[in-house]
C-alpha cells in the first residue's frame, strides 16, 4: 500500500488549510487512516483519524475546534481542515493506515500503524 499526502504550505497565522491522504495498492483489508505531525525536535503526535467506515474519529485535545477529519465509508482518502492556524502547528504533517477491525479508529500509538506516506510540510507564519 501506498500513501499519498497533499495539501501542505505557507499560510499566515489564522488561515486554513485542507491537506489529503490517498491511499492506494491496499489488497481489500479494511484500515484506519490518521494525520499526525512532527515539528523540529520535537515526537511524532497524532492529530486525527478515522475509521473505515467513517462514523468513529478522534482529534487531538491541541487541535479540538480547529480540525475537521473526514472519510467516506470505506473510502480510500482521508481529509483533514486545519482552521484557525497558530505558529506552533507548523510540522510536518504524515499521513498513516493501520489495518484493523471496520470501526477501529486506529489509536494514538504511532507504532501501531503499518503505513506511513511522506510528510507534507505546513507553515504558519505569525
Known amino acids: 500500500v501506498q500513501l499519498q499526502a497533499s495539501g501542505g504550505g505557507l499560510v499566515q497565522a489564522g488561515g486554513a488549510l485542507r491537506l489529503s491522504c490517498a491511499a492506494s495498492g491496499d489488497d481489500g483489508r479494511s484500515y484506519a487512516l490518521a494525520w499526525f505531525r512532527q515539528s523540529p525536535g520535537g515526537g511524532r503526535e497524532l492529530v486525527a483519524a478515522a475509521s473505515w467506515d467513517g462514523k468513529n474519529t478522534f482529534t487531538s485535545d491541541s487541535m479540538k475546534g480547529r480540525v475537521t477529519i473526514s472519510r467516506k465509508r470505506a473510502g480510500n482518502t482521508l481529509y483533514l481542515q486545519l482552521d484557525s492556524l497558530k505558529p506552533e502547528d507548523t510540522a510536518d504533517y504524515y499521513c498513516?493506515?493501520?489495518?484493523?477491525?471496520?470501526?477501529?479508529?486506529?489509536?494514538?500509538?504511532?507504532?501501531?500503524?503499518?503505513?506511513w506516506g511522506r510528510g507534507t510540510l505546513v507553515t504558519v507564519s505569525s
Open positions: 498513516a493506515l493501520r489495518y484493523t477491525t471496520p470501526t477501529n479508529w486506529g489509536g494514538t500509538s504511532r507504532y501501531s500503524y503499518d503505513a
